[in-house]
């Protein structure tokens, strides 16, 4: 029973092209993010969703399109894909509240752009 | 907003001793301090945390001080073993849905 789950694991295209990863979990959590992990490791916020609703879109290319048709999947579209895009992108979710909890992470997706 | 310092990048420990690493945080809002681990080609998992009104967590190997008047909190393992091998982040967060803030990771080797 995969908590966050996302597919694919490994995603290799061509630039130019469009698109998708989906991220599901089964964790009830109110709250999901997209981070992306550089080719150095650096692991950076990109877009967190409460409830379906957007509510951090840091400075992410409008290429990025994320989506959430209910609270427990957060799809991430990408269009125009660019060699800059090639990295891990990591799902991830944890439960809204009043204090800060702990956040669960997807195994990634690995994309390639060539 | 939050910034989230971790040194050292790279750290390598005979089996069995001990290893720290430390982060600083820049917001005196943020309260949420965790740990995570990342195995090659897995996604960060949690392995311990710690809330601004706790000075020191420990469980079992591993341990996490926080220092709030300093902005400072420390991951300290004891006895490495090899296993122990992975990048560790250190990451921050204040109140309500703000998301995680990382420090740039330390990858960690655990020599045998």
């Known amino acids: 029973d995969t908590a966050v789950s996302q597919t694919p694991k490994y995603l290799v295209t061509q630039m130019g092209n469009d698109k998708s990863i989906k991220c599901e979990q089964n964790l009830g959590h109110d709250t999901m993010y997209w981070y992306k992990q550089d080719s150095k490791k650096f692991l950076k916020i990109m877009f967190s969703?409460?409830?379906?609703?957007?509510?951090i879109n840091e400075t992410v290319p409008n290429r990025f399109s994320p989506k959430s048709p209910d609270k427990a999947h957060l799809n991430l579209h990408i269009n125009s894909l660019e060699l800059g895009d090639s990295a891990v992108y990591f799902c991830?979710?944890?439960?809204?509240?009043?204090?800060?909890?702990?956040?669960?992470f997807g195994q990634g997706t690995r994309l390639t752009v060539v | 907003g939050e910034n989230v310092e971790q040194h050292p990048s790279t750290l390598s420990v005979q089996e069995g001793d001990s290893a720290v690493i430390k982060c600083t945080y820049s917001d005196s809002a943020s309260n949420y301090f965790p740990w995570y681990k990342q195995e090659l080609g897995k996604g960060p998992q949690l392995i311990i945390d710690?809330?601004?009104?706790?000075g020191e967590k420990k469980d079992q190997r591993i341990a996490v001080t926080l220092n709030k008047t300093a902005k400072h909190f420390s991951l300290h393992i004891t006895e490495t073993q090899p296993e122990d091998s992975a990048v560790y982040f250190c990451?921050?967060?204040?109140?309500?849905?703000?998301?995680?803030?990382f420090g740039k990771g330390t990858r960690l080797s655990v020599i045998a």
């Open positions: 991830a979710s944890s439960q809204a509240g009043q204090g800060a909890t702990e956040a669960f």
């Open positions: 710690i809330r601004s009104n706790v």
């Open positions: 990451a921050a967060s204040s109140p309500g849905n703000t998301p995680l803030v």
């Open positions: 969703y409460n409830n379906k609703e957007l509510i």
